[in-house]
C-alpha cells in the first residue's frame, strides 16, 4: 500500500456525508488535506475538527469555472501541485419524467457532470507538468445500470465515466491514473431532498464509503484500479 503520509489531497464535496468522513481519515493518516465545497461554514467547522489550517480550504461552485480557476490557482500557491483529486461535490435529483423540468436535468449536468469537468480541468495542466497523480470520481452505480426516476442523474454519471475513460486515453503518457468508484446507496444527507422510499438502514454507512476511497488512494502507483463497486449487500445492481 501507498503511504498517505504527506500526500497533497484536494476533497472536492469536503461538506458532504461521504466527504467529511474521508477528509477525517485522510487527516488522520498524515495526509495534507485542501478541502471544498460551497458552504463556507461547514468547511470551516470541518477544518476545525480535523487541525486543518485555514489557508486549507475554499468554498467555491464546482459548477462554475472561474471559482475553478481560482480553487486551483489557490491550492497550486499553498500546498503545490496535488497528487490526488478527489470529486464527491453532486447533487441528486430523482423525478419521473412527467416531473422532471429542463432546469431539474441541467442542473443535475452543470453540478455532476460539467463539474467534473471544470474540477479536472483546472488542476490537469500542474499534474501533466509532474505527470503524476490520480484522480477519483464517484458516479456511482447510476453510472453504470439505469433506475426509474435517473434520467437526469443518470444522464450526468453515465457522462462522468465516458469524460473520464477518454481523458484516460489522453494521459497515457504520463502516470495520472484514473479510478471511477460505483457506489450504491449510502446513508448520506445526499436522500434528504430526494421524494422516494428508500431504506437507510439497508445502505452502506458513510463511514464505509469513505474508507473504500481512503483504500483507493492507498494503491500502489505500480498499477491502477481503473473501477470498483460497493454495494448494499440487499440491494446489489451489478
Ligand atoms: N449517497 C449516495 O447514496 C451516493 C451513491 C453513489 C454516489 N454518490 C455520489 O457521491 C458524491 C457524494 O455524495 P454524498 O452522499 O456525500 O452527498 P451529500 O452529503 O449530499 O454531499 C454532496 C456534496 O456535494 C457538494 N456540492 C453540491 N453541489 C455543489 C456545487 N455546485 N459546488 C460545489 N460543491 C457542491 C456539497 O457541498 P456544499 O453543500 O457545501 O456545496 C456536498 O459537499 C456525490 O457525487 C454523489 O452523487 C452518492
Avoid at 500526500?7 to 467529511?20: E, F, L, M, R
Avoid at 480557476?69 to 478527489?86: H, N, Q
Avoid at 475513460?165 to 444527507?189: A, M, Y
Avoid at 491502477?224 to 446489489?236: K, R, Y
Amino acid at each position: 500500500m501507498e503511504k498517505l503520509n504527506g500526500k497533497k489531497i484536494v476533497v472536492a464535496g469536503a461538506t458532504g456525508g461521504i466527504g467529511s468522513s474521508l477528509v477525517k481519515l485522510l487527516v488522520q493518516s498524515g495526509a495534507e488535506v485542501f478541502i471544498t465545497g460551497r458552504n463556507n461554514e461547514k468547511l470551516s467547522n470541518i477544518a476545525a475538527s480535523h487541525g486543518i489550517p485555514s489557508s486549507h480550504f475554499l468554498a467555491a461552485d464546482i459548477s462554475d469555472g472561474a471559482q475553478m480557476e481560482l480553487l486551483a490557482d489557490t491550492v497550486l500557491s499553498r500546498i503545490g501541485t496535488p497528487d490526488i483529486l478527489i470529486n464527491l461535490a453532486g447533487i441528486g435529483i430523482i423525478k419521473p419524467m412527467e416531473q422532471l423540468s429542463l432546469d431539474d436535468f441541467s442542473r443535475s449536468i452543470q453540478t455532476n457532470l460539467i463539474g467534473a469537468f471544470l474540477f479536472v480541468k483546472s488542476f490537469l495542466p500542474a499534474m501533466k507538468e509532474v505527470k503524476k497523480g490520480l484522480i477519483i470520481n464517484v458516479p456511482g452505480v447510476l453510472g453504470k445500470v439505469p433506475m426509474a426516476g435517473a434520467a437526469a442523474y443518470s444522464a450526468s454519471k453515465y457522462g462522468i465515466v465516458g469524460m473520464m475513460q477518454s481523458i484516460r486515453e489522453e494521459l497515457k503518457r504520463t502516470e495520472i491514473r484514473i479510478t471511477n468508484l460505483f457506489l450504491g446507496g449510502v446513508d448520506s444527507p445526499f436522500w434528504d431532498e430526494i421524494d422516494l422510499r428508500v431504506q437507510k438502514d439497508k445502505m452502506i454507512r458513510e463511514e464505509e464509503a469513505a474508507r473504500s476511497i481512503w483504500f483507493l488512494c492507498q494503491q500502489p502507483a505500480s498499477g491502477v484500479v481503473s473501477e470498483m463497486v460497493l454495494q448494499p449487500f440487499n440491494h446489489q445492481a451489478i
